[in-house]
Structure formats: structure tokens, C-alpha cells
């Protein structure tokens, strides 16, 4: 169990560039959750994928914003047209198909500031 | 729909006194609570979880919490703090378990002081 990976740890682009962030979940995971966490608050759900099948969308996540976990394996997150108000710090986190074992194992976290 | 409310975004406690970080949460129908840690520029840590059963929960680091439905809370607790303990704490709730999304309360900065 090596955890959830998330790359970057930290991204700094101009205000109407693309940016992509990479998650690896706990390889035996089959879902896998994306979060945004602003500044002095808590993680907000984005979106959340069992196996390859994106399953639930946020209205947060804006047409700007698409995600993808292509083999259901490792997911990326990719913001179109970066906005200031896009900065944040983005979460993936993994959970287990095993019913007893609630709760989502995090990554450390990509954080973007859009300048 | 879901919600949390932690009250206090800040709490200061002396080392070795006891902590205690309040949640209370609102669901239409019975919750998953769990209590979640976050270190400066980390990711989020389970720290303990609710689903079913026993009320008391105990968890990582010493800390428990118990789920009163009465009060629809969660208070998470730790009988002596330690300065390893200064970090954020989040409450989150969810109504499916772990297929569910999580709703997250907005923190607790937790100080431990000398």
C-alpha cells in the first residue's frame, strides 16, 4: 500500500492557461473522489468515479473542468482557461470496494495558484 | 442534503489538558460521521469514523468521539493534548458510506501551547 499519489505537489500558472493534475489511487481501490479546498475551509466534492465510470459531477465542477480516469487506474483533473478564483488546493482521495472499510484514503494534494 | 457545523474555528488548549473540537450535523437520514486531521500543506487523515454500533468511537492518536443522535453531534475528544496534536480538524458527514460523498464541516484549528 503505497497511497494515493497525487503530481504536482505544487502548480503556478497565468490566469488563462490549461493545467492537468495526475492521482494514482491504492491500486486495489476501485473509487476514486476528486476535492477542491479553498483557503480556511473545508474539502468540497468535485466528482467521484467508480472504475472508469465518472458516477456524480458537482454543479462546482464548471465546464471549465474535466476529469478522466481512462482504465480506471490513475485519474487526471484538467482546468481549462484557469481563473484566479481556481486556486486552491485539489484532493483525489481512494476508497476500497470492502463495505467495512468507510472513510477515503487522501493525497497529499496538488495546489494551484493561478497568478 | 447534508451538512456540518463545527463550532470554533479556533481552539487553544495547554499540553495536557483535554480537547475537545464540537461537530453537529444535519442528515435526513442516518449518517456515516467521520473526524478527519490535516497537517500544514498535507492531505486529510482519518482519524475515526462512525458508521453503526457502538456510540463511542475510539480512534487514532488517542482521540474518540461519540455519536449522540439526540444532539445530532459528534464532539471529538482527547484526554491530554500533545504538541504534536496542533493541526486542523475536520468533521464530515456522509449518508451512504463509502460510495458516498463527503460533506465537510469548515475546520478546526486545534493550538497546542506550553
Known amino acids: 500500500d503505497t497511497g494515493v499519489s497525487q503530481d504536482p505537489r505544487h502548480k503556478i500558472t497565468k490566469r488563462g492557461q490549461n493545467v492537468t493534475f495526475r492521482c494514482d489511487p491504492i491500486?486495489?481501490?476501485?473509487?476514486l473522489y476528486w476535492y477542491r479546498q479553498t483557503l480556511g475551509q473545508g474539502p468540497e466534492f468535485l466528482t467521484y468515479f467508480q472504475n472508469e465510470a465518472q458516477l456524480e459531477k458537482s454543479r462546482l465542477l464548471s465546464d471549465r473542468f474535466s476529469a478522466e480516469r481512462p482504465k480506471g487506474s490513475f485519474s487526471t483533473l484538467e482546468i481549462q482557461r484557469t481563473e484566479q478564483g481556481d486556486s486552491a488546493m485539489y484532493l483525489c482521495a481512494s476508497s476500497s470496494p470492502d463495505r467495512t472499510n468507510y472513510g477515503y484514503t487522501f493525497g497529499s494534494g496538488t495546489r494551484l495558484t493561478v497568478v | 442534503a447534508q451538512s456540518v457545523t463545527q463550532l470554533g474555528s479556533h481552539v487553544s488548549v495547554s499540553e495536557g489538558a483535554l480537547v475537545l473540537l464540537r461537530c453537529n450535523y444535519s442528515s435526513s437520514v442516518p449518517p456515516y460521521l467521520f473526524w478527519y486531521v490535516q497537517y500544514p500543506n498535507q492531505g486529510l487523515q482519518l482519524l475515526l469514523k462512525?458508521?453503526?454500533?457502538?456510540?463511542l468511537v475510539k480512534g487514532i492518536n488517542g482521540f474518540e468521539a461519540e455519536f449522540k443522535k439526540s444532539e445530532t453531534s459528534f464532539h471529538l475528544t482527547k484526554p491530554s493534548a500533545h504538541m504534536s496534536d496542533a493541526a486542523e480538524y475536520f468533521c464530515?458527514?456522509?449518508?451512504?458510506?463509502?460510495?458516498?460523498?463527503?460533506?465537510f464541516g469548515t475546520g478546526t484549528r486545534l493550538q497546542v501551547t506550553l
Open positions: 491500486s486495489e481501490h476501485n473509487r
Open positions: 464530515a458527514v456522509s449518508s451512504t458510506g463509502t460510495a458516498s460523498k463527503l460533506t
Open positions: 462512525y458508521t453503526t454500533g457502538a456510540t
